[in-house]
C-alpha cells in the first residue's frame, strides 16, 4: 500500500513539471500579435496624411506663375534683341546708301528717316539759330569733349541749324550745318564759313524731338536746347523738315564741323533679358524647394 502511494504522488509531481505555465503562454503570444499587428501597419498601408502631405496644392500651382511668367519675359526680350540689332543695322546701311533726290512732296521724307538726300540751294543767314549745348562728333564717328580733332575742338559748343532755300522751288528746309565751338557762336566770327551763293550739299533725314525729361522749355530767342521742330519752322517760315548736313573737309575748314548726327536708338535687351532669365532660375529653384521638396529656409 506505501508502495503504491509513492508511486501515485511521483505521477502527480512529474505531471505537474511538464504543464505549462498558462498566464505566461498567454502574455507571450499578446506581446508577439501586438508587434505583428504594429509592423504590418507601418510597412504595408501608408499612411492617408502622409498622402496628402505629398499633394501640391492650388496655391503651390499658382505660385508657379512666377517663373513661368519670368521666363516668357526674357523669351520676348531676345526677340526684342534681335529686332532692335537689325534696325540699327538697316540704319546704319541707309546712312552709307547713296543719296536720292529731295521728294517732290516733302510729306514723303516723313517714312526717310536716316535717308540720304541732295540739295540745291542757298543758305539764309539772317535766320540762324543754335542748338545745344552739344559735343563733337568727329569724322571717324568718335565723340570728343576736346583737344582731339582741332584747335576748336575745346570743351562743348553748338550746332548752327540755318533755313535753306530750295534753289528749284519755293519751299525753305532747316539744316544742321554742324558744330562750332563756343568762340565761334557768333557768325561774325567765321566770315569764310557764311557762303552766300549757292551751294549743294548731302544731307540726312531727321524728325523732331519731343523735351527730355528735366530738359527745361527754351526762354526765347534764337537758341534750342533739343530738336523742336515746330517751334523752329514757326520761327523761320520754314518747312517741318529738318536735315543734318554730312561731313565736308572742305566746309569744315572755315565753317561748321557737318557729320553730326546720333542714331539715338537705344539697345539694352540683353542686360534685360539676362535679368528675366536669373530670375526665372531663382523662383524656379525656390518653388520647387518649398513646394516639391518642402524643405523650410
Not at 492650388?58 to 511668367?69: D, E, H
Not at 516668357?72 to 540699327?88: A, P
Not at 517732290?104 to 535766320?127: C, P, T, W
Not at 550739299?201 to 525729361?213: D, F, H, I, M, W
Request: proline share 6%.
Amino acid at each position: 500500500m506505501l508502495r503504491l502511494s509513492h508511486q501515485m504522488c511521483r505521477q502527480v509531481a512529474g505531471s505537474r513539471l511538464k504543464a505549462p505555465n498558462i498566464p505566461t503562454l498567454q502574455l507571450v503570444t499578446r506581446k508577439m500579435t501586438q508587434q505583428r499587428v504594429r509592423m504590418d501597419w507601418n510597412t504595408s498601408i501608408p499612411s492617408p496624411a502622409a498622402k496628402d502631405k505629398e499633394k501640391i496644392t492650388a496655391l503651390g500651382w499658382f505660385l508657379l506663375l512666377i517663373p513661368a511668367t519670368t521666363f516668357g519675359l526674357g523669351v520676348w526680350q531676345v526677340k526684342r534683341k534681335i529686332w532692335k540689332e537689325q534696325l540699327i543695322k538697316d540704319l546704319n546701311e541707309q546712312l552709307s546708301a547713296a543719296p536720292v533726290p529731295l521728294p517732290d512732296d516733302l510729306s514723303d521724307l516723313a517714312h526717310m528717316e536716316y535717308r540720304l538726300v541732295k540739295i540745291r540751294g542757298r543758305f539764309l543767314h539772317d535766320k540762324e539759330m543754335r542748338m545745344g549745348p552739344r559735343s563733337l562728333i568727329r569724322p571717324d564717328g568718335v565723340e570728343t569733349q576736346g583737344g582731339l580733332f582741332s584747335q576748336r575742338d575745346s570743351g562743348n559748343g553748338y550746332l548752327i541749324v540755318t533755313p535753306f532755300q530750295l534753289a528749284d522751288r519755293d519751299d525753305i528746309v532747316l539744316v544742321n550745318r554742324g558744330w562750332v565751338s563756343r568762340k565761334q557762336v557768333e557768325p561774325e566770327t567765321r566770315p569764310l564759313g557764311q557762303p552766300k551763293s549757292e551751294v549743294e550739299l548731302t544731307a540726312v533725314v531727321r524728325k523732331g524731338e519731343s523735351r527730355p525729361q528735366f530738359t527745361p522749355d527754351h526762354k526765347g530767342g534764337n537758341v534750342y536746347l533739343y530738336r523742336d521742330l515746330p517751334r523752329m519752322s514757326a520761327s523761320t517760315g520754314a518747312a517741318l523738315v529738318f536735315l543734318d548736313a554730312i561731313y565736308d573737309a572742305q566746309a569744315a575748314k572755315n565753317g561748321p564741323i557737318g557729320g553730326q548726327t546720333r542714331v539715338t536708338m537705344r539697345n539694352d535687351h540683353l542686360s534685360y533679358l539676362v535679368t528675366w532669365f536669373s530670375l526665372s532660375a531663382a523662383t524656379s529653384f525656390l518653388w520647387y524647394r518649398q513646394i516639391v521638396k518642402r524643405k523650410p529656409f
